[in-house]
């Protein structure tokens, strides 16, 4: 590492005080009093700085000794290195024992990448807006591996198809790889993820402020999700709950394990204490996603309780459960011994625990990737039932009120969203409370009614009708658009986070609070709250998706079903939000202004409604004909039936906000006639003319000359 540059010299006093404008070579300028620990440059970016020197390395090496060798033994144990198959096509042995490793590295970098930049983002105090210093190193490490990352997933990709097509590397053909890529989803989801990690990789390295490491996160996280989005959750049955669990087991495992590494990187930081008790409270959080979604994902893969004695996989399912347990108590271990430890200057213990954790990390890593390789109990039999293949459950019977309550199909992306929504609603409700303020009721029953109803919407058996017929399908659209939005934003949650949430003791630090009152002043959020903006993303989402091939593709996709009912409710919320919220952040729009952009709204709603009916073409048939039941009107009839829900449905919604709006202006003048008034009383008191005398005397006057 070189030598930041500064634009004063050494002896120059300003540089106690003075802070350059950092660029991707220049990072935040150390402090005279953060020198030693905290600095950047020749005090410590030496051997044994920021987790490199003889302890990091023999760390990371035994970390990665640890992580291969679980995953050669797991590979053997669980039957995926199994000698090929006499008369089936054989892709050769260095497809066959360099594809694991490969997924490893692949898997290793992207969650050092994420825990690095995450920790630089949101765990670790600022330099004004900028990063840290050690948040900088971090962030210039999550470029490097983000790098790494990418070319290690492009490398899996030729890999893949090799053991695909059973062809060797050096009989592989460029067409091959490359139509692949484009053409089968699980090439595309490597090449998407090669993509996010080189965008990750840019960011991360052309940008130090905080920000920037905040965009470099998320863009790291997301692209975690492809590739567990195309593999066995995706062909496995029950997608709603095999490929939701996959995704946050994911993204948890990332964090947590991401998160230890970048603590041991900056073990030596003065600020690893307030680090680590931040990181303490994301790695609980994680374990229990981490624990809920394996078990949820470990469930459908195996089919059986004794599955998980009576085959190879499930023996590697208990080595990831003992492993899951045994991280578990260590990080009990960080919660009642080395965080008091680090708070008192002795970080030892810490750092052998974290080291010992790693290593366990690493290894559990290995046992992941092997399970992604080895063969499932649950084999699907040859004469399935290609609806079942598709949907992901059989073909729902005739709908009747017991069929459409009961029979769930819970989604795990969304029955999360719930729990997790109306615990930290109510938590928060909690806090106020016991601070002496009070929150009104109808606030709690609106946000915790519009989280019970997408979670029925969504999940209860209503929501398998929706896969198959056009007319439940749109139902469940105007519900998610239009009713949970209204209740969610009758909630008003940005109003209680901002009074509840607790502001970080240590200075420099961004919390959540801090986080959520950057975004509500950001670019972004006054472009989308601006009316007109608002109102076209919601009408998009109606007649963008219904008048295109748009609907036909997310339907064939669960992560595209998931995005196009995320869509219905951010769109309705938004729009909602504009008109009838009083959460901060929104602009201030005139009454009669918001009355002509809900009206707007309801003459878009309803002219949808007619152009639907209208139509003579079904709508997404490349989906629709493969999954229309055999009990149900035709596609025409059903189609036309959705229209009339779509026309129908958002009157009493439409009517509701309506007379909310209405009342919300009348008190808005109330409020301002009532401000006149004091104003006119303290005018009167004190002699002095106020805006409304002076205006009154201006209509005399007038009057005066006209007679």
């Known amino acids: 590492m070189h030598q930041p540059t500064s634009p004063f010299p050494r002896s120059d006093p300003r540089r ?120 900088w190193l971090l962030l210039r490490r999550a470029g490097l591996a983000a790098a790494a990352w990418a070319v290690a997933a492009l490398a899996l990709l030729v890999l893949t198809v090799s053991d695909l097509l059973g062809v060797p590397l050096d009989r592989l053909g460029a067409a091959s790889v490359v139509s ?41 996280l997301v692209g975690l999700l492809p590739p567990a ?56 959080a994680c374990f229990v996603t981490v624990a809920v979604s394996g078990l949820a994902n470990a469930a459908v893969r195996l089919g059986a309780v004794d599955a998980l004695w009576q085959s190879r996989y499930g023996w590697l399912v208990l080595g990831k459960l003992a492993a899951l347990g045994l991280l578990g108590l260590l990080g009990a271990a960080h919660r009642s ?56 459950f059989g073909m729902p019977a005739a709908p009747t009120a017991a069929h459409l309550l009961g029979q769930p199909l819970p989604d795990l992306f969304f029955l999360t969203l719930t729990v997790v929504g109306i615990a930290g609603y109510l938590a ?20 915790v009614g519009g989280l019970l109803v997408l979670a029925a919407t969504t999940g209860l058996g209503f929501a398998r009708y929706a896969y198959v017929l056009f007319s439940a399908h749109m139902a469940q659209h105007m519900v998610l658009s239009m009713l949970v939005p209204i209740l969610l934003v009758g909630g008003a949650p940005v109003t209680l986070a901002l009074r509840a949430l607790r502001r970080p003791t240590e200075a420099g630090v961004r919390g959540t609070r801090e986080w959520l009152l950057r975004a509500l002043h950001s670019r972004p959020t006054r472009l989308l709250t601006h009316p007109l903006v608002a109102l076209g993303v919601y009408t998009a989402s109606l007649f963008g998706l219904y008048f295109s091939d748009l609907l036909g593709t997310l339907m064939r ?57 209208q139509t003579t073409t079904v709508i997404a048939p490349d989906w629709y004909l493969g999954v229309h039941p055999d009990w149900a009107s035709s596609l025409l009839d059903d189609q036309k039936l959705g229209a009339g829900i779509a026309w129908a449905f958002g009157e009493i919604p439409a009517a509701v906000v309506m007379i909310l709006l209405v009342r919300q202006w009348i008190r808005a003048d109330q409020r301002e006639q009532r401000r006149l008034d004091r104003a006119a009383d303290r005018a009167e008191a004190t002699g002095e003319d106020d805006d409304l005398a002076r205006y009154n005397a201006f209509l005399a006057a007038a009057a005066r000359d006209r007679n």
């Open 557 to 613: 996709s669960h992560l595209g079903h998931l995005a196009m009912l995320g869509h219905f409710v951010l769109s309705g919320y938004l729009l909602f939000w504009v008109l009838i919220g009083i959460d901060p952040g929104r602009p201030r729009i005139p009454h009669p202004i918001l009355v002509l952009v809900h009206l707007a709204a309801m003459m878009a709603h309803g002219f949808f409604g007619l152009a639907l009916m």
């Open 428 to 447: 928060g409700v909690r806090r106020l409370r016991r601070g002496g303020h009070r929150w009104p009721v109808a606030r709690t029953a609106s946000w």
């Open 337 to 392: 011994r080395t965080l008091p430890g680090l708070a008192a200057g002795r970080r030892g213990a810490f750092a052998r625990l974290a080291a010992g954790e790693l290593v366990l990390f690493a290894a559990t890593i290995g046992l992941a990737v092997a399970l992604s390789r080895s063969p499932t109990p649950v084999v699907e039999p040859a004469d399935a039932d290609p609806v079942t293949a598709v949907l992901g």
């Open 229 to 284: 989005l195309t593999g066995h959750a995706a062909g496995a049955g029950n997608h709603q709950i095999a490929v939701s669990s996959l995704a946050l087991h994911v993204l948890a495992a990332a964090l947590w394990a991401g998160g230890l590494a970048a603590l041991l990187t900056i073990r030596r930081s003065r600020h690893l204490p307030g680090a680590a008790a931040r990181y303490s409270r994301l790695a609980l």
């Open 16 to 135: 106690a005080t003075a802070t350059a404008a950092p660029t991707s070579s220049n990072p935040p300028t150390a402090r005279p009093e953060a020198a030693g620990p905290d600095a950047v440059g020749p005090v410590a970016a030496g051997p044994g700085a920021g987790g490199s020197g003889p302890a990091g390395w023999l760390v990371g090496s035994v970390a990665v000794g640890a992580a291969v060798a679980v995953l050669l033994l797991a590979l053997r144990l669980g039957g995926a290195l199994a000698a090929a198959i006499p008369g089936l096509p054989d892709p050769g042995p260095v497809t066959t024992w360099a594809l694991p490793p490969v997924r490893l590295l692949a898997d290793g970098l992207a969650t050092i990448t994420v825990g690095f930049a995450v920790t630089a983002a949101f765990l670790l105090p600022g330099d004004g807006a900028s990063v840290s210093a050690h948040g």
């Open 180 to 220: 692949f890529g484009v053409d089968i989803s699980q090439g595309q989801s490597l090449l998407a993820q090669a993509a996010l990690a080189a965008a990750v990789a840019v960011a991360a390295r052309t940008g130090v402020s905080r920000g920037t490491a905040a965009v470099a996160s998320g863009l790291a």
